[in-house]
């Protein structure tokens, strides 16, 4: 069962515009939530996480934001820059389930000039 | 510091076959854990370990098998390769188990079967 979903496979967007990554769970247990960047032929990368205490974090141009009754997620890139063009993967971990981490199929994030 | 690397960086294999994929962790990491990431899919969860000891299994038969050994380098092992076997194996290490700590992925071992 996909207990954590990112419904949305692509996104395009312009150069120093925002990004907005969608991201949903099933599983009430979760209570830490990452996002990783993944390039081709390289290992995901850590970009930022939340805990189910907080509802924003902010970490540069990366802020997420954690609505709990939701069960939602989103990340924004705000301004996207070219390099940013990669498949970004939400993650969640929980209090049933340590170290063990849940990730969505990934969004593809291509940014224009 | 020295991140988390992995050997081979791919593999061809034959339907049948045994694998052995080797994982460094990073310095100070004491748990780590791999995954199986097939095209077009996040990765999925197969097992981690801590201190020598598997700490939890994903959905995956006995034929993946894995190893930590005192240097906090892990092995992962599977049998009997099937042609579904095919995709990237991950491995991520930790400075320990918990459900708030981040863990940090090497750039994985691309498998073939055949």
């Known amino acids: 069962d996909q207990q954590v979903k990112q419904n949305s496979p692509s996104l395009s967007v312009q150069e120093g515009r925002i990004s907005i990554l969608n991201c949903d769970y099933t599983?009430?247990?979760?209570?830490?939530f990452l996002w990783y960047k993944k390039y081709p032929a390289e290992g995901p990368t850590f970009l930022i996480s939340i805990s189910s205490i907080k509802d924003k974090n902010e970490d540069g141009r990366f802020t997420v934001f954690l609505n709990k009754s939701a069960k939602h997620l989103s990340l924004h890139i705000v301004p996207s820059q070219p390099g940013d063009s990669a498949v970004y993967f939400c993650?969640?971990?929980?209090?049933?389930?340590?170290?063990?981490?849940?990730f969505g199929a990934g969004t593809q994030v291509v940014v224009t000039p | 510091e020295t991140g988390v690397t992995q050997s081979p960086t791919h593999l061809i294999k034959t339907r049948g076959q045994q694998v052995t994929l080797r994982c460094s962790s990073q310095s100070g990491h004491n748990t780590v854990s791999w995954y199986q990431q097939a095209l077009g899919q996040g990765p999925q969860f197969i097992f981690q370990y801590y201190r020598e000891e598997e700490n939890g299994r994903g959905n995956f038969p006995p034929r993946f098998s894995g190893l930590q050994f005192p240097n906090y380098s892990s092995e992962l092992n599977v049998n009997a390769l099937e042609l579904d076997d095919s995709a990237l194996y991950l491995c991520?290490?930790?400075?320990?188990?918990?459900?708030?700590?981040?863990?940090?992925f090497g750039p994985g071992t691309r498998l073939t079967v055949l």
């Open positions: 993650a969640a971990s929980g209090r049933d389930s340590w170290g063990k981490l849940q």
């Open positions: 599983n009430s247990m979760f209570d830490y």
């Open positions: 991520a290490s930790s400075l320990q188990v918990s459900g708030t700590d981040t863990q940090y």
